[in-house]
Structure formats: C-alpha cells, structure tokens
C-alpha cells in the first residue's frame, strides 16, 4: 500500500497542472472563441495527433523501451533516436501542410502554426520519453507543467489582452508553449543524461528496423484509440457544419479528460500493484487486484456522474454557452462511454499479459470501423444524438471483448 501511495502522490504531482490547464483551455476556448472555433481546432489539433502518432510513436516507446535498461554513456543510441526524430518530424510536418492546404484551406499563418506545432512537438515528446525512461518524475513534470502553464498564460493575455478570437489564438498558445519549454529544457539539462552528437548522421537500418518492430503494434491501437476519438468530429463537421462539431467535441473533450483524471490514479498506481504480483508469479492475487481497481473506478465514477448532474445546466448552458448539447441522449452516453473506456484500458493491461496484443489491435479496428459507419449513416438523420450513441455502443463494445479476455484469464488463472 505504501508503494502504491507513492505513485497516486507522484502521478498528482506530475499531472494536476496539465489537467487544470486542459480543462481551463477547453472552457475558456469554447466560451470566448465559440463553438465554430473550437470546432475548427479541435479537428485540426487532432489531425496533428494522427499524424505525430502514425510517423513518431514507435520511436518514442522504443526510447522507453531501450534506454531505460541502459547506462547514460549511450551517445551513440541517443543520437540514432535523435535522427528518427528528426525525420519524423519532416516527414509529419510535410503530411500536415498537405492537409491543411488540401482538406482545410488554411491561411498562410494557419498553416505556418500548424506545420511548427507538429515539428516542435516531436522534440517536446523526444525530450519527454528521454526524463520517463531515466525515471526523472519531477523534471517530467516541470516539462510538462512549464507547457501547460505557458499555454495558459498565452491564452489569456489573448483572449483579455488583445481580445483574440480567434482559433489561431489556440495555435499561437501551444506553439509558444512548446517552444518555451523546449528553451527551458536546454537550460536545465541534466550533465549525461541527453549525450547527441549534432555533427553526425547515425542513422543504421537494422537498429530503425528493431525500434519499428518494437513500436508498431502499440503505435497501431494508439492510432486507432485517437481516430476512435476524432472520426465522429469530422463526420459531423462534414454534415453539420464546425458549430455542431465545436459543440460535441468541446463536451466530448470535457467529460473525456475529467473522468481521465479522476479516475486515473488508480489505473496507475494498480498497474504497478498488478505487474508486481504478475512479475512474482502470484497471478491469482494480480486478478484479485484488478477487480479490486474497478471497484475503486466505479466509486470515483458514481461520485463524478453525481457531481455531474448537479452542475450540469450551470455547465453547459452558462459557463460553456452550448445549451444545445444539454440533452440527455448528447451527454449521457458520451459519459458513460468514458468511463467504459478508463474501464477497458484497466482491464486491458492485465489481459496483454495473458493473451498476444493482437487481439486488442484487432478489437479495436473493428470498433473503429463500425463506429465510422454509425456515423455515417445515422448523423445525417439524428445529429449529435448519433454520434454519442454511437460512442456509447462501440465503447461498450471494445471494453467488453476486453472484460471477457480478462475474465477468461481470471479463471485460468483460478485454476492454477
């Protein structure tokens, strides 16, 4: 129990500002910006996400995969992940200026944001996965506090300032953010712990060919996790237009992100408990664990939906000014759809332990697959109201294939 402490305490410290600053920027973003902004942000700061997670993530769980094993006298390693990060971030910043001319017709500044937020944000996560795998828990979170913070700042200098209102504002804030505390990082570097030879090219086929087949399984699910998330924005986007897309994904955002933090401490300060059991080969106590979690989840969850309904007018319909979604078919399977997905990534961990990792990449495309086609045949008819059922349902469905992959386990494991 005290080690578990010890990581509720350490994921507090490390996300807390990150979790206000996102949540602030949503309510801020949505109030003074309005939805047709939002809208429009939302689906590019996704778009971004695709493309970063498709082009980078292999490279950065492979860092933490690699160095973390590894004394700090690894010059060598470290500049090889370097140049993949390098190439990375051409190549995403490349694919991002092509849609943004192409499907979003962005203005030259438009597009001059968006193409340094994905370039800079490669070496923002670069930096990132290098301070997780050396286990540097209070400089990650200087990172990414000193982030969130600058973007905040930014924000409101804008919006009550210069009285910015505009989605650009959005852009301006995450790049001068990223910027900022990429400049922080470089003057409170720890001595050894980032060795990269600028004046060299290392690249070797063989060590990128280990680190892609590494990471592409878990950047594969990642991907289809994000377009799961996104997929239904640019469906309504499509038919209804970015107000109705600002709406939804502003709620979307909202409740996703708050229920992500409520309910995350447990995840992780579980994850630990279960992979100690799991690792001693006390497998039957690491299932015990489990249940124990989600029954921690489901507590956080019913004081969260309470305290939910009890603000919710005030919330949607004054502080957030979108009364439209103050419908319970709109923002009750959307929350419910939240809390299934904390539930299926708890259970999804322990269920990697037992069973290959491609029965989840495969559940999760068929998830996404009938998701895109939900939405496309019912949001033109229903709207808003298409979209969260269709969340609903296939959530419920993902986090059920998982449930009974765990459940199957559990009783393997019983009978040992």
């Not at 087949?213 to 377009?227: K, N, P, V």
């Not at 029954?295 to 956080?300: A, G, Q, R, T, V």
């Not at 037992?354 to 709207?383: D, K, Q, T």
Request: glycine letters at 4%; charged letters at 15%.
């Amino acid at each position: 129990m005290p080690a578990m402490n010890k990581e509720v305490i350490k994921y507090l410290t490390g996300r807390f500002i990150p979790a206000i600053v996102n949540v602030a920027v949503i309510v801020l973003a949505i109030r003074f910006l309005g939805p047709v902004e939002y809208g429009k942000y939302s689906l590019l700061i996704y778009t971004v996400l695709l493309v970063i997670t498709l082009s980078f993530n292999w490279v950065q769980v492979s860092i933490l995969r690699f160095l973390a094993g590894m004394p700090r006298e690894t010059n060598v390693v470290m500049s090889r992940f370097f140049d993949l990060t390098i190439f990375s971030a051409l190549f995403s910043t490349l694919i991002v200026i092509l849609l943004g001319i192409w499907y979003f017709h962005l203005s030259w500044l438009e597009l001059l944001l968006i193409a340094l937020f994905a370039f800079l944000n490669h070496f923002y996560l670069f930096h990132q996965a290098i301070l997780q795998a050396y286990h540097k828990t209070i400089r990650t979170a200087i990172l990414e506090g000193s982030d969130q913070l600058i973007i905040l700042i930014v924000l409101l200098v804008g919006l009550f300032f210069f009285e910015w209102r505009s989605s650009l504002l959005l852009f301006s804030s995450l790049v001068i953010g990223v910027a900022g505390v990429l400049i922080l990082r470089s003057l409170i570097r720890v001595k050894g712990l980032l060795t990269i030879d600028l004046t060299h090219i290392y690249w070797d086929s063989r060590f990128s060919a280990k680190v892609a087949e590494f990471g592409y399984g878990i950047t594969l699910w990642l991907f289809l996790s994000h377009l799961l998330m996104a997929m239904d924005r640019f469906i309504i986007m499509e038919y209804l237009g970015y107000r109705d897309a600002g709406m939804y994904s502003a709620l979307k955002d909202l409740l996703f992100k708050c229920i992500s933090f409520a309910s995350f401490p447990i995840y992780i300060s579980y994850q630990a408990k279960i992979h100690e059991q799991w690792n001693s080969r006390h497998h039957r106590e690491a299932w015990v664990a489990i249940k124990e979690a989600l029954s921690f989840e489901i507590l956080i969850f019913i004081i969260f939906f309470i305290a939910f309904m009890v603000v919710k007018q005030m919330l949607l319909e004054e502080v957030l000014k979108i009364p439209e979604v103050d419908i319970w078919l709109i923002y009750l399977p959307v929350l419910l759809a939240a809390f299934l997905w904390q539930a299926g990534l708890l259970f999804q961990r322990f269920a990697e332990l037992v069973f290959r990792s491609a029965y989840m990449l495969g559940a999760i495309g068929i998830v996404v697959a009938l998701n895109l086609i939900l939405n496309l045949v019912f949001v033109p008819v229903y709207g808003l109201i298409a979209s969260s059922l269709a969340l609903l349902f296939t959530s419920l469905l993902y986090a059920g294939f998982i449930v009974l992959l765990s459940f199957i386990a559990g009783q393997r494991l019983s009978k040992e």
